[in-house]
């Protein structure tokens, strides 16, 4: 088991910046895939960017260039730069953890076993 804890989440103007932050505790073997997926009302949860165990990242077209995942291996931990913020980056984020997800599927909800409860981000225009 594998329990995930986010934070940074908050309201901001669009073009402002928000550091979104993940940290895993428990069974740590099983969080050697991480992402960040997001849920806005009456919408689907989507994948926003993923790292696989060889530190490999994956980002959606949606946020590319703006938004930068890193991990801290040492501190069990997945962060979210986000930049450049847009009204429809409003949701709630929610981290996501597995021991593996098939290559090319690691914006896949589906895929993973393990999340965090979320935290909400607000972009107003």
């Known amino acids: 088991q594998v329990h995930l804890v986010e934070s940074g989440g908050g309201s901001v103007q669009a073009g402002g910046s928000l550091r979104l932050s993940c940290t895993a505790s428990?069974?740590?073997?099983?969080?050697?895939?991480m992402g960040w997926f997001r849920q806005a009302p009456g919408k689907e949860r989507e994948g926003v960017a993923a790292i696989d165990s060889d530190g490999r990242i994956y980002d959606a077209d949606s946020v590319k260039g703006r938004f930068t995942l890193s991990k801290d291996n040492a501190k069990n931990s997945l962060y979210l730069q986000m930049n450049s913020l847009k009204p429809e980056d409003t949701g709630t984020y929610h981290c996501a953890a597995d021991h593996y997800v098939t290559r090319g599927r690691n914006l896949n909800q589906y895929r993973y076993d393990y999340w965090g409860q979320g935290t909400q981000v607000t972009v107003s225009s």
């Open positions: 428990g069974d740590t073997d099983s969080n050697q895939y």
